[in-house]
């Protein structure tokens, strides 16, 4: 157990439709960064928050939010799902928000897969 | 431009034996960090090793170790005395400098590991 906690484990929607994926960020972890893996795209960044902040952006659609809670969990909500949006996606949480620091690790949960039909 | 890359898409090793899984970054900035990471079939992504690009010695972890050599920008990862359970995708990333935020990952490179 990474410490990450990621949920749901698995979710199947249809097109069109709206889904959130949660994650609880590891104890004393203040970052929280979403990933997307996908077998064309491989392991694309989304977006990272910060102590509520949000940090960096990557390759996240317009359809697609994320928000960092108080209580440090966060929350992914993509909408309007397309096919093209089944993937793993991963949160990762660390210490601080930036470094190269090795203590600086990104810890990932274990993944929400997300199947459109 | 791709900045991470991992020109081993799969790999065929021996139990016990040893192997090197290459890696090669692309990137301007003096100041970087190098990882690598696990994901066996479950899915999840393990941490595996860690390498600054101003330490001086080859990070090691364990059956881990980093070949780091910094002026061919190469980070390649050996694993020594191969075991069944070493069978999963392993990703080389990289964070640049001290500004920047997240984790850029390689395609991957496939180990199994056979008896």
């Known amino acids: 157990d990474s410490g990450v906690t990621q949920t749901p484990k698995h979710l199947i929607t249809a097109t069109g439709q709206r889904v959130t994926l949660r994650c609880s960020p590891r104890?004393?972890?203040?970052?929280v960064y979403w990933y997307q893996q996908s077998l064309d795209q491989g392991l694309q960044f989304l977006i990272q928050y910060y102590n509520g902040e949000e940090r960096a952006k990557g390759n996240i659609l317009e359809r697609f939010s994320a928000q960092q809670f108080p209580d440090l969990h966060s929350e992914l909500n993509l909408s309007s799902l397309e096919l093209g949006d089944s993937a793993l996606y991963f949160c990762a949480s660390s210490v601080a928000d930036r470094g190269i620091s090795g203590a600086n690790v990104l810890t990932f949960g274990a993944g929400s897969r997300l199947t459109v039909l | 431009a791709q900045k991470i890359t991992q020109t081993q898409p799969g790999m065929f090793v021996q139990e016990k034996e040893a192997v090197t899984l290459d890696c090669t970054y692309d990137t301007s900035d003096p100041s970087y960090g190098l990882f690598w990471y696990k994901q066996p079939s479950s899915g999840e992504m393990i941490f595996l090793i860690y390498q600054g690009s101003y330490d001086q010695q080859n990070a090691t972890e364990g059956r881990y170790s980093l070949n780091f050599q910094k002026a061919r920008k190469s980070a390649n990862l050996v694993i020594s005395a191969s075991q069944l359970g070493d069978s999963a995708m392993y990703f080389c990333a990289m964070r640049e400098g001290p500004g920047d935020y997240k984790l850029s990952f390689g395609a991957g490179t496939t180990v199994t590991v056979r008896a």
């Open positions: 104890s004393g972890d203040l970052s």
